[in-house]
């Protein structure tokens, strides 16, 4: 077993990341410090730094490991597109909230930018819709037409506080698609 995946790793690093979180809900991210993040947590400064190189490296790897999470949804093609990725931004409400609140919502987009096409390479299945849609075109240029689009709306969204059920941000896309086919 790799270290990294060994059970007490793992649970540090939840430890760590849920008490990132816990601290930019009172406070703003450029004034929270590594030594506050360990003392919200029963962990030592030699397991913080074990684990990750600074706070920054732990909001990317909440932020990887909530894009990861989403990436085997929509490759196992279970669902609907659209509604997955409405879905994923609802049940990471709390993470795009902060991360807006702090001016950082660019994160998620660079995270994006950087896994998808790793994803493409390693785990594209033929379950997932994308699959066929990318047959035969530079699915660089495409991956990054759907990322900047949908991140554009879920940005939008989280902007105004997501007031708005996921349906209907999702209604409004499929509606606008609809009429795009229409053309």
């Known amino acids: ?3 990294a995946d060994h059970p007490s790793a793992v649970r540090s690093r939840t430890k760590i990341a849920e008490a990132l ?3 930019m809900e009172k406070y703003p991210y450029n004034e929270i410090t590594v030594k506050q993040i360990i003392l919200e947590t029963d962990l030592v400064r030699k397991t913080f730094y074990r684990n990750f190189s600074s706070k920054d490296e732990v909001l990317r790897y909440i932020m990887k490991k909530a894009l990861s999470d989403y990436f085997s949804v929509i490759n196992s093609g279970k669902g609907d ?3 997955n990725i409405f879905m994923f931004a609802d049940r990471n409400r709390r993470l795009l909230i902060l991360l807006d609140k ?3 919502l660019y994160i998620a987009l660079q995270c994006m930018n950087e896994l998808l096409p790793v994803f493409r390479d390693n785990e594209l299945s033929e379950a997932n ?3 066929p849609l990318f047959d035969g075109l530079d699915s660089d240029y495409l991956i990054a037409l759907n990322t900047g689009a949908v ?3 879920i940005s939008l969204w989280v902007h105004r506080g997501m007031k708005d059920k996921p349906a209907h941000v999702e209604k409004t896309v499929r509606q606008y698609i609809e009429r795009l086919r229409a053309k």
Request: aromatic share 12%.
């Open 21 to 23: 979180l816990g601290l």
């Open 81 to 83: 597109v659209l509604k």
């Open 151 to 153: 991140w554009n709306v």
């Open 102 to 104: 702090n001016n950082m």
């Open 129 to 131: 819709p994308f699959t």
């Open 1 to 3: 077993m790799n270290s």
